[in-house]
T-cell receptor, first 116, second 109 residues
Framework: GAVVSQHPSWVICKSGTSVKIECRSL??????MFWYRQFPKQSLMLMAT?????????EQGVEKDKFLINHASLTLSTLTVTSAHPEDSSFYIC????????????FGDGTRLSIL | GQNIDQPTEMTATEGAIVQINCTYQ??????LFWYQQHAGEAPTFLSY??LDGLEEKGRFSSFLSRSKGYSYLLLKELQMKDSASYLC??????????WGAGTKLIIKP
């Protein structure tokens, strides 16, 4: 089945550091990838939709200059949290879809980000 | 606005059956997904319904009634490993996926 790989799994770093998270589709080409954030005991919150070769579409309230998304190829999308602060600490999850919107999203294992 | 409602938490006994309900009010409808999410892990896909009726997949079944804006996930022969959150998500007319807050299912021996 479709597999999505996300790295790193855990990141602990100091305030002010920029952190890059990678999301790869391993056995399929993903035209569209999604980035979510999930705070403890809350549901998934879509941050942005990433389309290969074009600019990401950000959800309302998500700062595009703080959360930089690059989808340079059909198998790789990256999320960079720039100048991270403690309030950015969260569980970040990417997903990818094979084909049309009615297909299910396949999720990476998530990245737990802790900013000290 | 768009809204998806699920119970926050449910408790059931190992070996029993549990039904998790989901009601939705969205601008259009292009299908409904159920995902399972264990604590600290990413969601995994369970089912997709776009037509009315029951879809069965082993111990898990999912039902949809579009006229009522209602779906349920039925889990049979519950096992301890079924303890997780179950997320309902609807694809609206713009093919945007609208997520419910999830139902935390606790299985007791």
């Amino acid at each position: 089945g479709a597999v999505v790989s996300q790295h790193p799994s855990w990141v602990i770093c100091k305030s002010g550091t920029s952190v890059k998270i990678e999301c790869r589709s391993l056995d399929f080409q993903a035209t569209t990838m999604f980035w979510y954030r999930q705070f403890p005991k809350q549901s998934l919150m879509l941050m942005a939709t990433s389309n290969e070769g074009s600019k990401a579409t950000y959800e309302q309230g998500v700062e595009k200059d703080k959360f930089l998304i690059n989808h340079a190829s059909l198998t790789l999308s990256t999320l960079t949290v720039t100048s991270a602060h403690p309030e950015d600490s969260s569980f970040y999850i990417c997903s990818a879809r094979v084909g049309r919107e009615v297909q299910p999203q396949h999720f990476g294992d998530g990245t737990r980000l802790s900013i000290l | 606005g768009q809204n998806i409602d699920q119970p926050t938490e449910m408790t059931a006994t190992e070996g029993a059956i549990v039904q998790i309900n989901c009601t939705y009010q969205t601008s259009g409808f292009n299908g409904l997904f159920w995902y399972q999410q264990h604590a600290g892990e990413a969601p995994t896909f369970l089912s997709y319904n776009v037509l009315d009726g029951l879809e069965e997949k082993g111990r898990f079944s999912s039902f949809l009634s579009r006229s009522k804006g209602y779906s349920y996930l039925l889990l049979k022969e519950l096992q301890m490993k079924d303890s997780a959150s179950y997320l309902c998500a609807v694809l609206d007319s713009n093919y945007q996926l609208i997520w419910g807050a999830g139902t935390k299912l606790i299985i007791k021996p």
